[in-house]
């Protein structure tokens, strides 16, 4: 099953708020950005529909797996990836909540480089938001110009960013472009990555049925 790597950014960033929590001293400031992280059923500004009870599903494992174990840390910006580097970690998702179909988070701004970074944004008075990360299959619906429905839905990371002018275009032209599969130990790589892999592992006999079951398997991917 190959999942497609795929980027949201639910509500205008007008609506997070920027708190800052006083601490001893001007070095000890906490700062936190609070506001709507992901939106399901209505088709959002990426023609996308995620099923509620699915996002219902995935938000729960994620608080009970990342964010209750503080380990739910976010980019500066979505890398073409489906893991979180620890080196460009800028905030740490703390709480998660619904409210109807949207789904709201407070995140704590990190003291990394790239924490700094958008903290300085934040005090120049730069509105950055959050964006969801997350891997699955898209679906086209029936009778619609264009939308997807997503299923199997995983979310990786919740990332800060500022929009690009052509969102749609930063999204397909770079990042739904990779795809996913689940290997055995229930991680998440490239496709390719798994092919490479096989064909590196062949074995002395049988060697044509085994290349041509895993080109299958591969193109079954793309």
Known sequence: MGLNLIV??????EEFEYIVEEGNSKDNKNFYIKGPYMMAEGVNRNKRIYPLEEMQREIKRYENMMVKTGRAMGELNHPATADVDLERACHLVTEMSQEGNVFYGKSKVLSTPTGLIVRSLINDGVRVGMS???LGQLIPESGTDGVNRVKDF??????CVADPSFPKAFV???LESKQYVVNKYGQFEESYETF???ISNMPLKNKDNFLKDNIIKFLRTL
């Open 172 to 174: 397909n032209g770079i």
């Open 132 to 134: 969801s990360r997350a």
């Open 8 to 13: 949201e950014t639910p509500a205008p960033k």
């Open 154 to 159: 995983k979310l990786v990371a919740i990332d």
């Open 196 to 198: 490479e892999k096989n």
